[in-house]
């Protein structure tokens, strides 16, 4: 029932709806206690209110943001228990008290504080806020940003600014108590002390050098840098919260390039969640920023995913634009009519060219160039399970998507099936379970489907843990679990360092990376895989439903994996280890193997999971793997010849794309001064995407001034 409970209010955890429940029932008791009239009963209730919203507050909680559409806000649940502390104060019969004028005067003068408070607030905000944020990009000798107000100032804002009522409230109880002004006109000054001096505090962040440049100043700044740094290939993503990952996949390949990288991104949430990088970073929400921005050596330009916002790039002549995609599976989204808007299509392997020439969306077999998976370089091949140790089994399915298409995601109608076969079998295997990110944002049957998946695995792992079959080297999961105590305390020390409190503006100034920390930081991160895999037994049932480990990293202390159509299979072939993928929709073997090329070297399963045996036979002993041969044929058909290496092609596909882009510049080039013509230098300068700079006031959403 409390799980339900949870479900429904939408909160994190048993103790958040505890806070919710006595919140909600606090201001009726205050009620009650104010019509009693009880001074004690009223201050235990006020006090439970107090704490309970400031827990909600603190815990982000998704049910207090929902209050204030239902027009019981923040501000409204204060006003109500001071409007309920007058009513106290009247029944109690001081209506003709100096107090009760005194509190009456209070709130009224200290709701007048509150207007300029947040007006305040929200104007230092706005002014911090830059038309652009950017990472590893020197500002700093260019423009003068100041710094950022304490986070005391602005974080929670209005929050703080109510709760300075509390001396006033505790004021007036005592005083009410004990029958004498004195205390609460005492907390009344202190209250509205405090409110003044929170207003003046916040003043002084709008005047003189606390002032950040204009948007016109940064702009300015930014051009001037990239005429200095002079990028000859974007990276270009646009996208949700969720969907960072698909721009992360690509920041190490970036690093990796012969030619001098960029990364372009549209969406501030974009930038707070992306992976450290030592790759210039510019972040452009506002669409007529990024088509006068001076990007006139840019050749070739990379797209991660489909989207609206492309266009915003697309539309410049000068450069090459090529769709790399964020994953390379069979899909409908592999072949998506949007591609043919693209120069070139850039595929891991044929199976990628072969596949458009099925779908026939209108990208030709001329466009379309093979590079392999430069990210798959981390992932390690087959080995034999050592003598003694149990296989392990990664179950990853896919999301639910967004077409309610039951072959989407194995999870709803097989995953229960398949987990439960897994965890019985015999000899026994350890299930490691990571779903997809995405899972249950559009299925609210899917998100029940990995609760419940959730629950069988972590049942599994007790009763292992105390089964006394499965030992664990006690002395050495200590070790492990201090060295990750340790990793751990230096991350977050190094990411304290990094100043991942600042505002965007100070985080822009001061970004450019330090190669020493993200170098440390990277081999920390390694060191934490290690140590975090030798914390728990090789027996032992995981789920494992946050960003690390790392796909990969489960991919490599895997023995197989069963999972869904998804480029997580396309993927995984790059082990060559045997795997299984679920027929959900019921397709047959054939057919399903027909429309989906990566599953013709994978053990089909039912949604009963019945073939589960055969699977894990071959898993156990190569001998019994009749697949074997079918996979390698299989890995380099998805994704490409072994050498040369993937980010050899890539870099090759890349020079060659930016030779094509400088031929067609020069070619246009000298027809325009062939031509002689009236129009020539409009079209001499238009191989240029930089334009004037837009004029002061609002473009796309970014504030100019």
């Known amino acids: 029932m409390i799980s339900t409970a949870i479900r429904v209010a939408r909160v994190g955890s048993a103790a958040e709806l505890a806070a919710a429940a006595l919140m909600m029932l606090g201001y009726p008791a205050l009620m009650l206690a ?57 029944r109690l019969s001081l209506a003709d008290n100096l107090i009760y004028y005194g509190a009456v005067a209070c709130f009224i003068a200290f709701y007048g504080l509150q207007a300029p408070q947040g007006a305040l607030v929200a104007l230092i905000r706005n002014r911090r806020r830059m038309p652009v944020a950017t990472r590893n990009v020197d500002l700093k000798s260019r423009i003068r940003i100041p710094d950022a107000p304490p986070r005391a100032l602005l974080n929670r804002s209005a929050e703080k600014m109510l709760h300075l009522d509390l001396a006033a409230v505790a004021g007036i109880l005592v005083s009410a108590a004990i029958d004498s002004s004195v205390p609460g006109f005492v907390g009344i000054g202190v209250t509205l002390v405090l409110g003044l001096l929170y207003v003046l505090a916040l003043t002084r962040y709008l005047r003189g050098r606390k002032i950040p440049p204009n948007a016109e100043k940064v702009l300015d700044a930014v ?74 050596t840019v050749r070739v330009a990379l797209y991660a995913a489909n989207v609206g916002k492309n266009i915003h790039l697309l539309r410049v002549p000068t450069m090459k634009h090529v769709f790399i995609g964020h994953g390379d599976s069979d899909k409908l989204a592999s072949v998506n009519p949007y591609s043919k808007a693209y120069d070139e299509v850039w595929t891991a392997g044929r199976a990628g060219r072969d596949r458009y020439a099925i779908a026939d969306v209108g990208v030709r077999d001329d466009d379309i160039v093979e590079v392999g998976r430069p990210q798959l370089a981390p992932i390690e091949g087959r080995r034999a399970v050592p003598e003694g140790r149990m296989p392990t089994v990664l179950y990853a399915p896919t999301w639910e998507g967004w077409d309610g298409n039951p072959g989407n995601t194995s999870l709803v109608l097989a995953g229960e099936n398949i987990v439960k076969k897994l965890i019985k079998a015999e000899p026994p295997v350890r299930v490691l379970y990571k779903p997809h990110p995405f899972t249950g944002t559009v299925s609210a049957e899917a998100g029940a489907a990995h609760r419940r998946v959730t629950a069988l695995v972590e049942k599994a792992a007790a009763e292992r843990a105390a089964d006394p079959r499965f030992t664990a080297d006690a002395a050495g999961r200590a070790r492990a679990k201090a060295d990750l105590t340790r990793i751990e305390a230096r991350l977050a020390e190094l990411s304290g360092a990094v100043g991942d409190k600042r505002d965007e503006a100070e985080a822009s100034r001061d970004g450019v990376v330090d190669l020493a920390r993200h170098t440390e930081v990277a081999r920390l991160r390694a060191e934490w895989n290690d140590a975090y895999w030798r914390s728990c037994g090789d027996f032992e049932h995981r789920v494992i439903d946050g960003a690390d480990p790392r796909l990969y990293d489960c991919f490599n202390v895997s023995d197989a994996m069963v999972s869904d159509i998804s480029s997580v299979v396309s993927d995984f072939i790059a082990s060559g280890k045997p795997y299984a993928v679920t027929d959900s929709a019921e397709l047959g073997v054939e057919e399903f193997k027909r429309q989906n090329t990566a599953v013709r070297a994978a053990v089909i399963l039912s949604n009963s999971a019945a073939e589960l045996g055969e699977f894990l036979a071959a898993v156990r002993d190569p001998a019994a793997d009749p697949l074997a041969g079918g996979r390698r044929e299989l890995k380099r058909y998805l994704l490409g010849p072994d050498e040369p290496t993937s980010i050899e092609q890539f870099n090759t ?38 334009q004037p700079a837009p004029p002061t006031g609002e473009a796309d959403g970014a504030t100019t001034r």
């Not at 649940?77 to 409007?83: A, G």
């Not at 094509?660 to 240029?688: H, I, M, V």
């Open 34 to 90: 104010a019509l009693v009239p009880s001074v004690y009963a009223f201050a235990a209730a006020a006090a439970v209110t107090y704490l309970a919203d400031h827990y909600l507050h603190r815990k982000g909680s998704y049910l207090v943001n929902r209050l204030s559409k239902v027009r019981a806000g923040l501000s409204i649940r204060f006003l109500i228990r001071q409007l309920l502390l007058i009513l106290l104060l009247a």
């Open 223 to 296: 051009d001037d840098w990239l005429r200095g740094y002079r990028p000859e290939t974007v990276l270009y993503f646009s996208g949700s919260r969720d969907s960072a990952y698909q721009v992360n996949m690509w920041l190490e390949t970036m690093e990796q390039l012969d030619t001098r990288p960029l990364v372009i991104l549209r969406e501030r949430v974009i930038l707070a969640n992306m992976a450290p990088t030592t790759v210039p970073v510019i972040c452009v929400p506002g669409g007529v920023h990024l088509m006068n921005m001076d990007l006139s």
């Open 653 to 690: 596909a890349v020079a060659d794309l930016a030779l094509k882009a400088e031929t067609r510049n020069l070619g246009q080039e000298s027809r325009a001064a062939a031509a002689g013509t009236p129009g020539a230098d409009e079209l001499s300068d238009a191989l240029s995407p930089a």
